[in-house]
């Protein structure tokens, strides 16, 4: 008894020791993540990713997606986001290839008082060149699991990225890729395929597309996937009046990375009334695009259902709490010139990263932070210095209302200073301006 005890806060210990604060673009840094599928469960939101590792000697195939396990993570305000640790793993699965590495994309489903983990992997019978996919699923009675996995994977599928959508009736419908984008019924028991596939018309013919997620709102049902129309992919959206189509193409919901990560992925929610798109880049990885990190942005319909465009940003989504440590290198806008953004240390980037102040006035905006109703009569900032430099911090503006005037004053290294202040109460956004010459860096700041 005592040992379940202790092997019970023990796992209590590691999932709030895994637990990161680090909430704005990419909101995951305590691991490489892709192809956020979001849920919204109860009053949380829960994320399953994928779980990219980087490549190593005999794990895998070089240089492509190394993956072994998925994690799930869930908040409750889209800030704050807890990892609840690994829920399934490939070699506790019984139909997967052992070390086949190749837990691809995934998607959970509530149904009936169980939770539903669909995943593609590389079934053990495959023939010798590993190549061919399958999906499988596992079940819980929670989001967070314990996921049981299914002896055998659904049979008559062949490819990847499962997405489940359950109708307003009750009908369940399987989705997935292999080139073309497949769809078909599912069972009640939401275990076996109740039609045949079929190749869902009228998507985009040329160039690959993959990762379908499809929902309905106000009658239209979207489907949405990465397309490579150009040379890498995009995510794009087709609407029909019936969820295995025929669908029209509708429209562009986010171009091309401009720094080239090859694969986009993505999810939609509807949370506490916004709509939010979940979706990857390669932000802790930038010379390796397996290794991706997953974002949000909010997203919103144009009056006739239309999507307009999600512009990714770094500073995401949700209020930050002023007494909780702001990353102001997730900004919001900063001035055309004199401010630039690097790792903290590029042997270790999951350390995140820091903004440089390099010329007098620039400056950094970082929107909604959250002041509450108490009086923060302190700022503690996290910086290096290599000459004494001069800060101002304001409220909604560059000459909106003073917060502090603060004198970083010069540093072997990186110093945590702390300076009176005289924060609002409220949500405000924060500005941050250079008013002397010399180049001072900034890791964090906080308020108390
Ligand atoms: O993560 C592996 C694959 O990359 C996914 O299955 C695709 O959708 C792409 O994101």
Redesign the pocket.
């Known amino acids: 008894m005592f040992k379940n005890i202790f092997r019970r806060s023990l796992s209590a210990i590691l999932v709030l020791l895994a637990s990161t604060l680090f909430a704005q673009n990419p909101f995951i840094t305590n691991q490489f993540t ?2 956020p599928t979001a849920r919204v469960f109860g009053d949380r939101v829960y994320v399953y990713p ?1 779980h990219d590792i980087p490549p190593a000697p005999g794990k895998g195939r070089p240089n492509w ?1 190394v ?1 072994e396990d998925y994690h799930v993570f869930s908040s409750g305000n889209l800030v704050d986001w807890t990892d609840h640790g690994m829920i399934v793993h490939q070699n506790k699965v019984p139909w997967v290839k052992p070390e086949s590495y190749s837990m ?2 995934p998607d959970c489903i509530y149904r009936n008082g169980k939770y539903y983990f669909y995943f ?1 992997s590389t079934p053990a019978d495959t023939n010798a060149n590993g190549k061919g996919f399958t999906i499988g699923v596992a079940v819980a009675d929670k989001p967070t699991g314990p996921f049981v996995p299914q002896a055998t994977p659904i049979k008559n599928v062949k490819g ?2 499962p997405n489940v959508f359950i109708d307003k009736d009750g009908q369940a419908y399987l989705y997935w890729s292999q080139g073309n984008i497949y769809g078909a019924k599912l069972k009640e028991n939401m275990l076996e395929l109740a039609s045949e596939p079929i190749v869902l018309q009228d998507l985009p013919t040329k160039g690959l597309k ?2 379908p997620f499809l929902f309905e709102r106000n009658g239209i049902y979207y489907m949405t996937y ?1 397309h490579v129309e150009n040379r890498i992919e995009r995510l794009e959206y087709a609407v029909g009046n019936n969820p295995l189509g025929p669908f029209k193409f509708a429209g562009v919901i986010m171009d091309e990375s401009p720094t080239g990560c090859w ?1 986009n ?1 993505h999810s939609f929610i509807q949370f506490k009334n916004q709509w939010y798109l979940f979706y990857h880049h390669n932000d802790l990885s930038p010379k390796f695009d397996k290794n991706r990190s997953i974002r949000v942005d909010s997203l919103f319909f144009n009056e006739d259902g239309t999507i307009r465009k999600v512009i990714p940003t770094l500073r995401g989504v949700g209020l930050s709490n002023a007494r909780k440590v702001i990353q102001i290198d997730r900004y919001s806008e900063v001035s055309e010139q004199g401010i630039t953004v690097d790792f903290l240390d590029t042997a270790s980037r999951m350390k995140g990263w820091k903004v440089n102040f390099n010329q007098k006035d620039a400056w950094v905006r970082y929107n909604s932070v959250d002041f509450n109703n108490t009086n923060l009569k302190k700022l503690i900032i996290r910086n290096l210095a290599a000459e004494d430099a001069l800060l101002e911090l304001r409220a909604d503006g560059k000459n909106g209302p003073l917060i502090g005037q603060i004198v970083l004053k010069k540093s072997g290294g990186w110093r945590e200073n702390g300076f009176s202040a005289k924060a609002p109460k409220g949500v405000h956004d924060l500005y941050i301006i250079m008013k002397s010459s010399a180049p001072v860096s900034v890791d964090w700041l906080r308020f108390q």
């Open positions: 892709a192809d994928s997606f993956m691809w994309a593609p990847i990225d993959e990762g990465p694969t992925h």
